[in-house]
């Protein structure tokens, strides 16, 4: 069975940064787009990025436009997020996953169900 393998989380204090990788072994993400989600404690699951396979067109939520940049390397079948400037709002669980019926992302942003191979997330806490 596939599942995708996030990691990167941790503990940071507000403004700090972090990295998250998302790895699919057994599963190549080519032709997919890829998506970070997040689901912070008595929240739904919220999209935060996609990125799409080839353009590399990509897109944010609001909420983390212009502080966080989704990137993919197809060669080494990863993808990951880059969280700058990160605000305790940004706590939560962050999980990768791959959209099936898509290459490329959509505006707005396709939801969760759309994803498969759901991991079993990384933790990121901002907190000073």
């Known amino acids: 069975q596939v599942q995708f393998v996030e990691s990167g989380g941790g503990l940071v204090q507000p403004g700090g940064a972090l990295r998250l990788s998302c790895a699919a072994p057994?599963?190549?993400?080519?032709?997919?787009?890829v998506g970070w989600f997040r689901q912070a404690p008595g929240k739904e699951r919220e999209v935060v990025s996609c990125?799409?396979?080839?353009?590399?067109?990509?897109n944010y939520a609001d909420s983390v436009k212009g502080r966080f940049t989704i990137s993919r390397d197809n060669a080494q079948n990863t993808v990951y997020l880059q969280m700058n400037n990160l605000k305790p709002e940004d706590t939560a669980v962050y999980y990768c996953?791959?959209?099936?019926?898509?290459?490329?992302?959509?505006?707005?942003?396709?939801?969760?169900?759309?994803?498969?191979?759901w991991g079993q997330g990384t933790q990121v806490t901002v907190s000073s």
């Open positions: 996953a791959a959209n099936l019926m898509r290459s490329r992302c959509t505006t707005p942003a396709a939801p969760a169900h759309e994803y498969s191979y």
């Open positions: 057994g599963f190549s993400l080519d032709y997919y787009a």
């Open positions: 990125i799409s396979y080839r353009d590399p067109s990509t």
